[in-house]
């Protein structure tokens, strides 16, 4: 019996408690509907109903959801129909809305708004912590027309902007009037586009020099990213009141920070349990906490040909990626190499050398071809000595001849010959030393820039996690958390990070200028490059991961290294160069031994003509007869016997060369030796690097989540923090770099062996691999 009374006194009060748990009625009213404002309902009735709890029992009806579509006086039948049903608090968001109820003077029933508020003509005093309006509180963004204007001027100095505006705010809000006094505050025109659809916006931009979306909250991304194509093709800088969104899908900027919308209706559903818990509307705290910031997309800035000052990297953010975006031509590494080896002023010099020296190689073997000179003359007697020649030395005479003379042997001619020959060879090899070493210095700049790029990204990012922050600190010291020294250290902070964000943007802009230096274009072209990782497709040629694995093993790790120091013997133009020099030396000395020995042969030959006699002694004695033409032809040969000890002294300057090349030639192969090992050591450190950086940038970024965490709620000092968010930084460099620095050694070891595996064909490539495999069979 006992149990049974129990029993009902448990059921009695429960069903007490649950008739004491009240209802509430939801009412909401909107401007327009679309999937991203139903996305946010929901969002917004799960946080209601998550944070009232069991408080009381929350409904939204469907048939209290409102939408005016812009109307207003649809807005106001559906707040007068909400007033008289059963709704018990009024949810309002949008423009129309907020222009109806901010005019209303009293509230009949608890109103709460939410939404942006436009303070160039807002009716609610945004300055007081609450609303002190019965039945009326709100949760709201300020925007400013003016103060966007205002920052669109500095940034781009319009004459006449085009401002872009929902259609139906026209008839409600006094737009023109506001515009007008704005237009003649900060000197400037304006073009009203009111738009219902995009091609409204797009056949009214040919008398605007710049773009203010005053309106286009509820634009689809797809319209957003047309109209910001629309603007950049028509160099139209533009700015928007809307969130940074905008901004990230191609509009240059807005003075809106990144809306957290998550925290609005986290705010939101807390007013409301604060208002059933029986805190009047009226006492509710209508504080949010929302700071204008300045968004810059840079790419649209560059595109619009819009010049940003540096001094507004301390206040502004940036989006976008370091591409060159107004680049005359894009290159991937394979373009780059081309273009370097057709038009790299170093190269076409030295390849001149080349030429010339093919010059001296015809110049030598000119000696073995025939010499003929023709000459021609008068010549003028004394009279009385012209009688007495019996009519061979007339007084006056005129006569020429042809002379021939061509070398057929001759020991000097041959060595000249050959030393030539093998000195353009020489030369030809330097050319291609340069040429690899052109190669590699376009390869490394390429490089380089990925990694300034790299760079300037994790810069830029850097900045922005302080400016984060320095909120935090902010806030701590708001709260009493922290002291105002942490503040002011977290701002000294940030003014290193611009300075570092600023140098990082000029070193890549240098890495453009010794690119273009390097392609022998106008320094000042604008270019960019491709990015490029290990697993793209143009590093398939190079055969990397077989690489990898055989400096991996140790079973193969020093045959492999042996068989490269061979390879880079074989192939280094600089040892040819060596050779071929030296071979132009031992010939020097062949010349001046035995080979000075060796006459000189010549034909020779000369044909007279007799053009004219005349004067004293111009007739031959009778029975005298004198020819006018004759000719001679003979062959002379020539041995040097002692010319001032000239030879001696050339044959032990020859021996001298020799022994100096020899030198050169053993230095050439320690130094390739070293080179080729150092370089493989880079390699094997670069391989531990890649993987081990990206491991420590992810434990480096749990720290700093966790420090940052730690912080916020006192546990930890600010140096922690910096120290840690310095040891991510670096984390990050580190793995943004490594492939890149693996890449780099790689091409300087194929510099090394002189075989570049990405200009290879594949047949070559694949040669390569068989005369290692023969090698290694050769030491198993």
């Known amino acids: ?194 738009f219902e659809s995009v091609s409204d916006i797009t056949s009214k931009l040919d008398t605007v020099d710049a773009i203010y979306m005053a309106g286009g909250f509820f634009l689809s991304d797809i319209e957003i990213a047309t109209l910001s194509s629309i603007f950049i093709e028509k160099k139209l800088p533009s700015f928007t009141i809307n969130n940074v969104t905008y901004v990230e899908k191609g509009f240059m900027a807005t003075h809106n920070p990144t809306i957290n919308y998550n925290q609005i209706l986290r705010r939101l559903a807390l007013t409301v349990e604060q208002y059933i818990n029986g805190t009047p509307l009226a006492d509710i705290p209508v504080f949010v906490d929302y700071k204008s910031q300045l968004t810059i997309n840079h790419n649209t800035a560059e595109l619009t ?234 590093f398939g040629a190079f055969q990397y991961e077989q690489f990898v694995d055989l400096l991996d093993s140790p079973a193969t790790r020093e045959t492999f290294v042996e068989f490269l120091i061979e390879e880079a013997r074989k192939n280094a133009p600089e040892l040819k160069a060596l050779g071929y020099n030296l071979s132009a030396t031992e010939r020097s000395i062949q010349l001046n031994g035995k080979g000075r020995f060796l006459p000189t042969v010549q034909l020779q030959g000369q044909y007279n003509s007799v053009l004219n006699r005349n004067g004293a002694g111009s007739t031959a004695p009778p029975s005298f007869v004198l020819p006018y033409n004759n000719y001679t032809v003979g062959v002379a040969m020539s041995i040097p016997i002692f010319n001032r000890n000239q030879t001696n002294i050339n044959r032990k300057t020859a021996l001298i060369q020799k022994d100096q090349l020899n030198i050169l030639k053993e230095n050439t192969e320690q130094t390739i030796d070293v080179n080729v090992r150092n370089s493989i050591l880079n390699v094997i450190n670069q391989i531990s690097n890649i993987a081990l950086s990206k491991i420590s940038e992810q434990t480096a970024k749990e720290a700093l989540e966790l420090t940052q965490a730690s912080y916020a709620s006192g546990a930890v000092n600010l140096v922690q923090l910096i120290d840690a968010q310095n040891n991510y930084i670096n984390t990050q460099l580190a793995s943004a770099t490594a492939v890149y620095g693996y890449l780099g050694n790689m091409i300087q070891v194929e510099r090394f062996i002189g075989h570049y595996f990405l200009l290879s064909t594949t047949e070559d490539n694949s040669k390569f691999t068989q005369r290692f495999i023969a090698y290694l069979n050769t030491k198993s």
Request: proline share 2%; charged share 20%.
């Open 1 to 194: 019996m006992k149990k049974q009374i129990l029993i009902l006194l448990v059921i009695f009060f429960t069903q007490l408690l649950v008739a004491q748990v009240r209802t509430y009625d939801f009412g909401i009213l909107l401007d327009i509907r679309n999937e991203k404002i139903d996305s946010l309902l929901v969002h917004l009735k799960k946080q209601i109903k998550t944070v009232v709890g069991e408080d009381a029992i929350i409904n939204f009806s469907e048939k209290n959801t409102l939408v005016n579509n812009f109307d207003i006086v649809k807005a106001q039948e559906q707040y007068r129909q909400l007033l008289i049903n059963e709704t018990d608090l009024i949810l309002a968001f949008g423009i129309v809305n907020n222009e109806l109820l901010t005019k209303q003077e009293t509230h009949q029933k608890p109103t709460i708004l939410f939404g942006a508020i436009n303070k160039d003509f807002n009716r609610i005093d945004l300055s007081k912590n609450k609303s002190n309006t019965t039945n009326l509180t709100y949760l709201v963004e300020e925007e400013s027309y003016k103060n966007d204007l205002e920052k669109l001027k500095a940034l781009t100095n319009f004459k006449n902007v085009g401002i872009i505006i929902d259609k139906p705010f026209m008839d409600m809000l006094p737009i023109k009037a506001t515009f007008d006094a704005i237009s003649k505050s900060i000197g400037t025109n304006y073009t009203l586009i009111p």
């Open 305 to 538: 040909e819009v010049a940003l000052k540096y001094s507004l990297i301390n206040t502004a953010e940036f989006v976008g990626k370091f591409d060159n975006v107004l680049s005359e031509k894009k290159y991937n590494l394979l373009e780059l190499i081309e273009k370097g080896l057709n038009r790299n002023l170093e190269l076409k010099s030295q390849e001149k050398e080349v030429v010339l020296r093919s010059q001296d190689v015809k110049t030598a073997k000119s000696t073995y071809l025939p010499s003929i000179t023709a000459n021609a003359g008068v010549n003028y007697i004394d009279p009385d000595i012209a009688v007495l020649g019996f009519g061979q030395t007339p007084e006056f005479q005129t006569s020429g001849n042809i002379t021939l003379q061509q070398t057929i042997f001759s020991e000097t001619a041959n060595a000249t010959i050959n030393i030539q020959e093998n000195l353009q060879k020489a030369q030809q090899e330097n050319f291609n030393a340069l040429e690899l070493n052109t190669i590699l210095n376009i390869s490394n700049a390429y490089l380089n820039i990925l990694i300034l790029k790299a760079n300037a990204q994790i810069q830029k990012s850097n900045l922005d996690l302080t400016k984060r922050t320095l909120k935090i600190a902010e806030q701590n010291f708001n709260l009493g958390q922290s002291s105002k020294s942490d503040m002011l250290r977290f701002k000294s902070q940030m003014a290193q990070n611009n300075q570092v964000m600023i140098e990082s943007i000029n070193q890549l802009e240098q890495g453009f200028i010794a690119l273009n230096q390097l392609l022998n274009n106008p320094i000042n072209t604008k270019i960019d490059i491709d990015n490029m990782a290990l697993g793209d497709n143009v």
